[in-house]
C-alpha cells in the first residue's frame, strides 16, 4: 500500500487531510453547545475536572484502540468489527450506526438554531431578551425547517464530494472561531460579576468529585466531543494509509478538542454571572439547560452593539461550520456502512439516510425533552457501551493490535504502545464498565 489509503475506498488527500477532518468532526456543537449545557446542569467546575481527566486518561486510549480497528480493517464499523473482532460483534456495528442516526436527528436540531441566529443577527439584529427569545426558537416549525434544511446540505456535501471546499473553509473558520473564542474569553474577564462565572466554572467543590452523576455525565461528554464509541472516528481512519503516527495524532486531536471546549467555557459561564443570566441557566435540569450557549452569547453580544452585532454573525456563521464538519463525520459513518452492507450506491445511500435523519429529526425540534431524552440516550448511554464495547475488541479479540499501531509511529508511540495495550485489556474495561454502569444508574434515578 502507497500513501493514504491505497485501495478503491477513496482516501484522504494528504497528511493533513485526515487530521482536519477528524479534529473538524470532533469540535462542533458538543463543545461548545454540549459542554455548556452539561457544565451548568451537572456540578459546574466538578464536572470540568471529570471531564479533563477522562479526556486525557480514557479518551485518547480509547481514541486509538478506534483508530486500530479502523486502520486494520479498512471497512465501515459494522464490517470493521465482523473483520477484526469477528462474526459475534456484528450487532455491536448495527448499534452503533443506529446510534449514529439517532445523533445526527438532534444534533442537526441544534446546528439549525445556530445557523439561525446567524441569520437574524444579520437580517435583524440580536434578541433584546435572550432567554425569552430562545424559548421562542428553540422548537417548532421553523426550528424543524432550520433542521431538514442542514440535513440537505449535510447530504449535499457528503454526496458531491465537495470535500475539499468544506476542508478548506474548516481550515480557515475552525482557527477563527477559537482566536473569537480566545478574545470573547478575554472581552468576558473584564465584565464586572465574572468572577462569580469563574468560581462556578474552575472552582470545584471536592465532595462532588465522586459524585456518580458527575462521572457519567463527563465521560459522556467526552465520547460525545471526541466522537467516540460510534465508529466515526473508526471510519475516518479506514482511509488511512500506514504512514500516520497514530499516536502522535490522537494527542493532537484530543488538545484541540479540549482547547476549544475549555475556552468555550471560558466566555459563556462569566457572562452568564455578569449579565445575570444565572438563574436561567445554571442547576436546571438537562432539557432547560440545552439554551445556555444560545442565551449568553448572544446577550453579551448585544451588549457590544454593532461591533457585537458583526461579532455575532461571524461567531454563528463559524460555529454552523463546526457543527457542518461535525454532521458530515456522522453521515459519513452512517452512508459507508449502508454502502458496504447493502451495496448501494452513493448517492442513493446518501439520499435514504438523509430522508430518514430529516424525518426522525422532527421530534426533537418540537421538544426540548424529546431532544434531552435523545441526546442521553444516544449521545450519552449508547456511546458509553459502545466505549466498553471497543475496548474488549481491541483487548481481547483483535490481533496484535500493537503492530497496527505501531505502523507509521515515531519512537515515542513506540515507547507507549506496551502500557497502552495494557491498559486497554486490563484497565480501560474496567473503567468504560463502571463509567457506562453509572450512566446507567444516574438516567435510572
Ligand atoms: N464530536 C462532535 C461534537 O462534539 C459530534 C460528533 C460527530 C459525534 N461525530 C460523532 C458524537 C460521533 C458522537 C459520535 O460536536
Redesign the pocket.
Known amino acids: 500500500m502507497e500513501g493514504d489509503g491505497g485501495s478503491s475506498r477513496g482516501a484522504w488527500g494528504s497528511q493533513l487531510g485526515f487530521l482536519l477532518a477528524a479534529i473538524g468532526?470532533?469540535?462542533?456543537?458538543?463543545?461548545m453547545w454540549?459542554f455548556s449545557a452539561t457544565a451548568s446542569s451537572s456540578g459546574g467546575a466538578a464536572f470540568v475536572v471529570v471531564y479533563i481527566a477522562l479526556t486525557f486518561l480514557v479518551g485518547v486510549p480509547l481514541l486509538l484502540a478506534e483508530l486500530a480497528i479502523g486502520r486494520r480493517a479498512a471497512m465501515s464499523p459494522i464490517g470493521a468489527l465482523r473483520r477484526v473482532a469477528g462474526r459475534s460483534w456484528v450487532p455491536a456495528g448495527y448499534m452503533f450506526v443506529a446510534g449514529?442516526f439517532v445523533?445526527f436527528s438532534f444534533?442537526s436540531v441544534i446546528a439549525g438554531w445556530a445557523v439561525r441566529y446567524g441569520v437574524e443577527a444579520l437580517l435583524s439584529g440580536l434578541p433584546v431578551e435572550p432567554g425569552q427569545h430562545f424559548g421562542n426558537i428553540a422548537t417548532g416549525p421553523a426550528a424543524a425547517l432550520y433542521h431538514v434544511g442542514f440535513v440537505a446540505l449535510t447530504a449535499l456535501v457528503v454526496m458531491g464530494g465537495v470535500r475539499a471546499g468544506i476542508e478548506r473553509a474548516a481550515l480557515i473558520l475552525m482557527p477563527t472561531l477559537f482566536l473569537m473564542l480566545v478574545g470573547l474569553a478575554v472581552w468576558a474577564a473584564t465584565l464586572a460579576g465574572a468572577a462569580e462565572g469563574y468560581s462556578f466554572y474552575l472552582a470545584p467543590r471536592f465532595d462532588e468529585l465522586l459524585n456518580l452523576k458527575i462521572l457519567g455525565d463527563a465521560a459522556a461528554q467526552t465520547?460525545?466531543?471526541?466522537?467516540l464509541?460510534?465508529g466515526?472516528m473508526l471510519t475516518f481512519a479506514s482511509y488511512l494509509g500506514k504512514n500516520h503516527d497514530l499516536g502522535r495524532e490522537s494527542g493532537i486531536i484530543a488538545v484541540a478538542d479540549f482547547s476549544v471546549a475549555f475556552a468555550a467555557g471560558l466566555v459563556t459561564f462569566p457572562i452568564v454571572f455578569a449579565l445575570g443570566f444565572s438563574d436561567q441557566v445554571i442547576g436546571l435540569t438537562a432539557d432547560e439547560a440545552e439554551g445556555v450557549l444560545f442565551i449568553a452569547l448572544p446577550g453579551a453580544f448585544a451588549l457590544m452593539g454593532d461591533l457585537g452585532r458583526g461579532i455575532g454573525v461571524l461567531f454563528f456563521a463559524a460555529l454552523s461550520v463546526a457543527a457542518l464538519t461535525?454532521t458530515i463525520?456522522?453521515l459519513e459513518v452512517l452512508v459507508s456502512s449502508v454502502i458496504d452492507e447493502m451495496h448501494v450506491e452513493r448517492k442513493k445511500a446518501t439520499m435514504a439516510v438523509g430522508l430518514g435523519v430529516a424525518l426522525l429529526g422532527i421530534a426533537p425540534a418540537y421538544s426540548l425533552r424529546v431532544l434531552a431524552s435523545m441526546n442521553e440516550i444516544a449521545?450519552g448511554l449508547l456511546?458509553g457501551l459502545g466505549a466498553f464495547l471497543i475496548t474488549i475488541a481491541v483487548g481481547w479479540f483483535m490481533h496484535d493490535p500493537v503492530a497496527e499501531l505501531a505502523d507509521g509511529a515515531g519512537p515515542l508511540t513506540r515507547k507507549l504502545l506496551p502500557g497502552w495495550y495494557f491498559l486497554i485489556r486490563f484497565v480501560m474495561p474496567v473503567i468504560t464498565g463502571f463509567v457506562f454502569y453509572s450512566m446507567i444508574v444516574s438516567s435510572l434515578r
Open positions: 468532526g470532533a469540535v462542533g456543537l458538543g463543545n454540549r449514529g445523533i444534533y465520547y460525545f466531543s471526541l466522537s464509541g460510534m466515526a461535525s463525520s456522522l449521545g456511546l
